[in-house]
């Protein structure tokens, strides 16, 4: 298979109800094509795409473990993004069913979709699979060394990604996005991440909670960005069989990050705290995004402020009071017992 173009083709995308998910099938519709969402909701929301659910977008409430579900959505597919997966702090108190949903149905739906003739899997991984970072910028090559049940289940999805492609020449891409942020991400239950939580705590003049020092660092990259490099994954031909970064390319440490939110809020008083640090924190990540760029032409178009200003406003467009959004927080969402 070549390189494709979207117009009037087949797309599944299994998560697209989600953060990341709801960015990509949006972008997937304008771009022309008919897109299936397969999201069971259990993080995922109905909202997420409500303005663009209809002719061209659908929505099966499914669960991706439903394999006679799945080969029926699966059939006549061009294209199928997986992205549905349970996350990392959901893996630090239910590791079985973070395998199972990650690792196992991965298999599960590449097989199906290898015998149902579906022209390309792209495989959304994540740059947890490498662990801490031993050296920076870290490229594709970088060891794959996870610190938690969800960086390994991911990296078993990718292992039969590449499987599918080795042993059967399947039509397999993965992608390994570094943290994304932006409108519709997650600020609750175990799924909340840090800049909604930050933020959200600095607009209700609630403290910013910083777990272990803060000298962690990540590199945040905008959603809008981070979903048109999965779009472009799925298009290139050059991309078949490879393992592809999407990073912005900057690592800022978290205590930073914290500052930087007391800007773009205004809150120059919002005050920073620490508590123990997360079982399995990642202490450094640093992409290296020089093959997305030269397979996939991919290179970030929204930096950390803009981006932080973006999700501020969007934040503001809810006309929700950040203190009823925040009733949904919980601080520790990583704790063993999932309390
Ligand atoms: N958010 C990030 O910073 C980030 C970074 C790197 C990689 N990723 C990857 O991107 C993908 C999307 O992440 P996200 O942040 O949008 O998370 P998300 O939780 O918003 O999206 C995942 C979706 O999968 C759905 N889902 C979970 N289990 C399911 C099941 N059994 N059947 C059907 N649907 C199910 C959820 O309801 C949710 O809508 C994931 O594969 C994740 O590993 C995310």
Redesign the pocket.
């Known amino acids: 298979m070549g390189d494709l173009t979207l117009k009037g083709a087949k797309i599944l995308v299994?998560?697209?109800?989600?953060?990341?998910?709801s960015e990509l099938v949006c972008q997937l519709a304008t771009a022309g094509a008919s897109v299936t969402v397969?999201?069971?909701?259990?993080?995922?929301k109905r909202e997420n795409l409500k303005e663009i659910i209809g002719n061209q977008v659908n929505l099966e409430v499914?669960?991706?473990?439903d394999f006679s579900a799945m080969e029926k959505f699966l059939d006549g597919v061009d294209v199928i993004y997986h992205?549905?997966?349970?996350?990392v702090r959901h893996s630090i108190h239910n590791p079985k069913e973070n395998h199972e949903?990650n690792a196992s149905?991965t298999l599960q739906l590449l097989e199906l979709s290898r015998n149902l003739k579906v022209g390309r899997f792209v495989y959304?991984?994540?740059?947890?699979v490498y662990g801490t970072a031993r050296n920076t910028p870290m490229t594709e090559q970088h060891p794959t060394m996870p610190h938690t049940v969800y960086g390994g289940s991911?990296l078993a999805g990718e292992c039969y990604a590449r499987a599918f492609f080795d042993t059967y020449e399947y039509d397999t891409v993965i992608v390994?996005?570094?943290?994304?942020?932006g409108p519709r991400?997650?600020h609750e239950g175990d799924?909340g991440?840090v800049i909604p939580k930050f933020m959200l705590r600095a607009m209700a003049g609630q403290p910013m909670v910083v777990f272990g020092n803060g000298k962690q660092t990540r590199d945040f990259t905008f959603v809008g960005d981070?979903a048109r490099g999965i779009f472009l994954a799925g298009l290139s031909e050059k991309a078949l069989g490879q393992t592809i970064n999407l990073g912005q390319g900057k690592e800022i440490t978290i205590h930073d990050l914290a500052d930087k939110i007391r800007d773009v809020t205004d809150n120059a008083d919002a005050e920073i705290i620490f508590d123990e640090p997360r079982p399995g924190d990642v202490l450094r990540l640093f992409a290296d995004s020089t093959k997305a760029r030269d397979l996939l032409g991919f290179t970030p178009e929204v930096n950390l402020e803009e981006g932080l200003e973006k999700l501020c406003k969007w934040y503001g467009s809810l006309e929700q009071d950040p203190k009823t959004l925040l009733e949904k927080e919980v601080r520790h969402n990583w704790r063993m017992n999932g309390s």
């Open positions: 299994t998560g697209g109800a989600g953060f990341i998910g397969v999201d069971n909701l259990v993080n995922g499914t669960d991706i473990r992205l549905a997966c349970l996350g949903v149905a959304v991984s994540t740059s947890e991911k390994r996005p570094f943290n994304a942020y991400s997650h799924s991440e981070t």
